[in-house]
């Protein structure tokens, strides 16, 4: 398995990054253990989750129950999840008051069955609650042993700016990692959150790396029995985009899913795409996007096909 640096850190990460969303609510728990374990094997020892995946905490709990079946399980697992989302009924128990973020992490902790967070991800931002807040309630964790590292999800290219910043005013490490919506047919984070990235030494884990399924093959008989009723009209209006897209794959003679991961990996920037395997099949076929390589001219075509926003901000749009 290929390995790479977590951002500017100096924490080492698996090219792909094992995502555990399905876990619990499509993904039967010893099939997801089974998946965790094949994974493991194979390398891919950077393992994503949140607190709020599978309702209540049950996806942490299906890490924590796989934890606890000891051997390199833990030590060897780089092991992220995030803090936001509701985890109660009342005011203080979302978001990313320093309150909601200690009590967060120490139930994450105890689901998870561990003693520490290797990446704590805040999921989404808060634009009611002031940096300098965010940083104590963290910068408590980092010093308890809890976390490690911290980093973000779903945020503009500002407000890292703006998070990194407060955290270089407390001289904290600050943000490592964001989590961005990045494929082949989502690529506006190239104006400006890709940039932001680059210049703070911050890297970069793209979810959904096949657009919800767009990107599998949602050509032909296998295609229409996997896609979605949500992207059945997508499909018809932009048949020829589709069309060109699963005619270059099997002119390289890969599976589009495979094709979508590796475009992905050449991507400047990108620390390790996000796969969430429901199923073996789909872990195993992850994997093989490691060992593909696309040349020049392949990425220009594929550019033509899903064109991006035209580069970084000003000039994509002025001069």
């Not at 390995?3 to 099939?31: H, I, W, Y």
């Not at 910068?139 to 911290?150: S, T």
């Not at 890969?254 to 795409?273: E, I």
Request: aromatic share 8%.
């Amino acid at each position: 398995m290929q390995t790479t640096q977590l951002g500017r850190s100096g924490l080492a990460v698996s090219r792909l990054c094992l995502g555990t969303m399905n876990f619990g609510p499509r993904t039967k728990e010893a099939d997801a253990h089974a998946i965790l374990d094949v994974a493991l094997d194979a390398g891919v020892f950077f393992v994503d989750t949140a607190n709020v995946y599978g309702g209540g905490g049950a996806t942490e709990e299906i890490l924590g129950r796989w934890f606890a079946q000891g051997g390199i399980r833990r030590d060897q697992t780089v092991l992220a999840t995030k803090v936001f989302g509701g985890m109660g009924p009342g005011p203080n128990d979302r978001r990313l008051s320093a309150r909601h973020i200690v009590r967060a992490c120490e139930d994450s902790l105890r689901r998870l069955q561990t003693d520490w967070i290797d990446l704590y991800q805040m999921h989404h931002v808060d634009r009611r609650t002031p940096w300098e807040e965010i940083w104590q309630a963290m910068d408590r964790l980092v010093q308890d042993g809890k976390v490690v590292y911290v980093g973000t999800s779903n945020f503009a290219g500002w407000q890292l700016v703006q998070g990194q910043e407060a955290a270089n005013r407390r001289n904290l490490l600050g943000i490592v990692s964001e989590q961005s919506l990045y494929n082949l047919n989502d690529r506006t984070i190239e104006l400006e959150v890709l940039p932001a990235c680059e210049t703070y030494g911050i890297g970069v884990l793209p979810w959904s790396p096949l657009s919800g399924g767009r990107l599998a093959g949602v050509l032909g008989e296998d295609g229409a029995r996997r896609r979605k009723d949500a992207i059945v009209a997508e499909v018809a209006e932009r048949r020829h985009t589709f069309e060109a897209w699963e005619g270059l794959c099997a002119e390289l003679g890969q599976p589009p899913a495979v094709v979508a991961l590796a475009w992905l990996l050449h991507q400047p920037g990108v620390t390790a795409p996000i796969i969430g395997p429901r199923t073996m099949h789909q872990l195993t076929s992850a994997l093989a996007g490691l060992d593909v390589h696309l040349d020049e001219g392949t990425l220009q075509r594929l550019d033509a096909i899903w064109p991006g926003p035209g580069g970084e901000a000003p000039e994509a749009y002025a001069w």
